[in-house]
């Protein structure tokens, strides 16, 4: 009896806890949609209110209207398929060759591999930037997509998968006379679906939220991805009128979030593994 | 690696049948073998020299010249590095980089364990997941928008004026205050990481046995106990790439603080890249800014390497 009490106790605490965080952390979403429906009137007289008051429906067509969102989303969203798409195929075929091709350096190669991982990003920005304007590719979404295609993580994220894969489908395959390629394409691709679609995820949302690329790379507007669209929205209409501005913001997450919602199992258990080490 | 067991048995089988013809078909085979890793390796191994190996190597040349990216180059051997490291912007970035990764790493951690070890022991932890991961998938610049916002001085600030309202208590102005502004960034980072680090204990607990920890119980340790000697030791291993990980991540603090503050205007929110950023973009100093960038490559490793050596003492591998 007094075990139990002090049980449901313990789950009341918790749950207290976890609401009392939940909220905090829902809290600035809130706050963020209540605001992008404030008049700029409002925003100056009571700045402080909770509820928009009147409803300004206008704020989003009028964010539309000042600048491209509809372009950036379309350039987020093909330059985070291209990467997504080429990463896996490139990283998976690299990490192949690691867990099943004998090569000579090979161990040292991945180490290679292991250690540019390392690298912080920030290094290669200026070199990467003086190298990719004598190539003539900035403010182009090359710059922006193929830096982020070589990825060592990836190729590390794979070989654990490809490991898992019995190695006795690809003798069976073999000894009926398959190369390597078709081994890798009809055997281990399929093998591995799981691991790609959470390494897809993960470079999709590194993709789609990057800043300092598109920062670095992009001058022009229509080119811009979503997070630099608002970056740049916010330097030129952030003055008072927050309501156009977090209409704004609400314009670029909220798409996202849904997507978040509708896929949260997948996504959260592939952003867990990929905090793992890939298990 | 099981290739090369499974050829070496197949070899070891049949020493009588070393013919010339099979020993030439077998170097055939091996040629082979490596086009295909070449093959196979070519694309990732292209871009990673193109764009990583390649801009490393010509970061760290840049760092013993002087360029502004159009005129002349000239060699100038460690003076970047001198200048860098007697300046005192370089030096106040690297202390509120610090400043930031001593804040973001304990407090974010420990909160992400505590929360994660609630939701262990809950049902409804699918939606308590989903609200806690939010943030994660919110791009940087959305969230330093909004907070911008909540944390802002004046009439606006929905955060100091609330906290006025209620309890009479004036806080600093978050943003401005060059001695607050890395407490106001920590929050968000924490904010805006948390979820993650609570998904990837939660995990981790979660391939923890529960006989184990029911064992314990049953031998009289308490709650306490049983997280000391049970849940840590079997959760460290996980907890330790969580550490590496956000040191390295706060070592690299950009994005939100780009959108939140302009540490032009308020110093005390430059950190190592706003500061390779700024030499190298706003000024165009290409050589001090590559100085800078090796200076923060240096401090990641000392630091990981460090981690690794303590790893010993602290983690606990299962044989």
């Known amino acids: 009896m007094v075990t139990a009490i002090r049980r449901r106790f313990g789950t009341v605490a918790l749950h207290t806890l976890l609401i009392v965080g939940g909220l905090l952390m829902m809290f600035p979403f809130v706050w963020m949609l209540l605001t992008a429906f404030k008049s700029e009137g409002q925003m100056i007289q009571d700045p402080l209110a909770w509820l928009p008051d009147p409803w300004r429906t206008d704020n989003f067509p009028d964010a539309f209207d000042a600048m491209p969102f509809g372009r950036a989303y379309w350039n987020s969203f093909y330059i985070a398929v291209i990467t997504v798409v080429v990463t896996l195929l490139t990283a998976s075929m690299a990490a192949y060759a690691f867990t099943r091709i004998e090569f000579p350096f090979s161990r040292s190669l991945f180490v290679v591999f292991l250690l540019t991982q390392m690298v912080p990003t920030q290094v290669t920005l200026v070199p990467l930037y003086v190298m990719l304007s004598k190539l003539g590719w900035i403010d182009t979404h090359l710059a922006l997509i193929l830096p982020a295609i070589a990825n060592p993580f990836a190729v590390f994220m794979m070989r654990q998968f490809i490991r898992a894969v019995p190695i006795e489908l690809e003798e069976a395959a073999r000894l009926d006379g398959a190369n390597r390629w078709t081994i890798f394409t009809r055997i281990v691709l399929p093998n591995i679906k799981p691991g790609m679609a959470a390494l897809g995820i993960i470079v999709f949302l590194s993709s789609w939220n990057s800043f300092i690329y598109p920062l670095i790379f992009l001058n022009s507007e229509d080119k811009f991805t979503v997070p630099m669209l608002l970056a740049s929205f916010k330097g030129q209409h952030g003055g008072l009128d927050y309501g156009m501005l977090l209409a704004a913001s609400t314009i670029s997450v909220v798409p996202m979030l849904i997507a978040f919602v509708i896929g949260q199992r997948k996504i959260i258990s592939s952003m867990a593994a990929s905090g793992m080490g890939g298990r | ?319």
């Open chain 2, 1 to 319: 690696m099981t290739t090369s067991t499974l050829s070496r048995t197949t070899d070891a089988r049949r020493p009588a049948t070393e013919t010339p013809e099979r020993r030439r078909s077998l170097r055939g085979r091996r040629r082979r073998e490596r086009w295909w890793a070449a093959l196979f390796l070519g694309p990732q191994l292209l871009v990673l020299l193109a764009f990583t190996l390649g801009p490393l190597g010509f970061a760290v040349v840049l760092a013993f010249m002087k360029w502004d990216g159009l005129g002349e180059k000239s060699w100038v051997g460690f003076d970047n590095f001198q200048t860098q490291l007697s300046d005192p912007t370089f030096r106040d970035a690297v202390l509120n980089t610090l400043t930031l990764g001593l804040i973001t790493v304990p407090v974010g951690l420990a909160l992400a364990l505590l929360i994660a070890m609630a939701l262990n022991n809950v049902r409804g932890k699918t939606i308590y997941r989903v609200i806690y991961f939010l943030p994660v998938v919110t791009s940087s610049v959305a969230v330093a928008v909004i907070w911008q916002m909540l944390l802002a001085s004046g009439d606006l600030g929905m955060l100091n004026n609330t906290v006025h309202d209620w309890f009479g208590i004036t806080l600093p102005d978050w943003l401005n205050d060059p001695d607050w502004v890395m407490v106001a960034i920590a929050a968000v980072t924490i904010w805006s990481s948390l979820g993650l680090n609570v998904v990837i204990f939660l995990a981790g607990l979660q391939s923890i046995p529960a006989h184990l920890t029911e064992v314990a119980r049953i031998d009289g340790a308490g709650p306490v106990r049983v997280f000391r000697h049970v849940t840590l030791p079997l959760l460290s291993p996980t907890i330790f790439f969580s550490f590496v990980v956000a040191v390295i991540s706060s070592f690299q603090a950009f994005d939100q603080i780009y959108v939140l503050v302009d540490p032009d205007h308020n110093e005390g929110a430059r950190t190592i890249v706003y500061q390779v950023y700024d030499l190298g973009f706003k000024k165009f100093e290409f050589g001090a800014s590559s100085a800078a960038a090796l200076l923060l490559t240096l401090m990641t490793i000392v630091v990981t390497v460090a981690q690794f050596g303590m790893q010993k003492r602290f983690v606990h591998y299962e044989s």
